[in-house]
């Protein structure tokens, strides 16, 4: 069993920035890949960005540029680093552990707004 537990949201005003953590915990050897993703109001879910073990990432092409992915393999956390913020970026962001099954954590919502 893993549990994934996410921190950092808040309100910010448009070009703002804020950091999102992720730690996963218990019975866990290796972790290839870590993940965020993000749901909207009354939209589906989205990939925003994923690392893996080895440090290569991959971004949603509306974030490249604007959030920063990195990871503490030793303590199996994930950052997500986001900058210059827009409205549209308002969201509930979920961390991904893909371990098995996929574990999700349980969200931490990102107001960008003035």
């Known amino acids: 069993q893993v549990q994934v537990v996410e921190s950092g949201g808040g309100l910010v005003q448009p070009e703002g920035s804020l950091r999102l953590s992720c730690t996963a915990s218990g019975s866990i050897v290796d972790i290839v890949s870590m993940g965020w993703y993000r749901q909207a109001p009354g939209k589906q879910r989205e990939f925003v960005a994923r690392i893996f073990v080895s440090g290569s990432t991959v971004y949603a092409d509306s974030v490249k540029g604007r959030f920063t992915i990195s990871r503490d393999n030793a303590k199996n956390t994930v950052y997500l680093q986001m900058n210059r913020l827009k409205p549209e970026d308002t969201a509930v962001y979920y961390c991904?552990?893909?371990?098995?099954?996929?574990?999700w954590g349980q969200g931490t919502q990102v107001t960008v707004s003035s």
């Open positions: 991904n552990v893909p371990y098995g099954v996929n574990y």
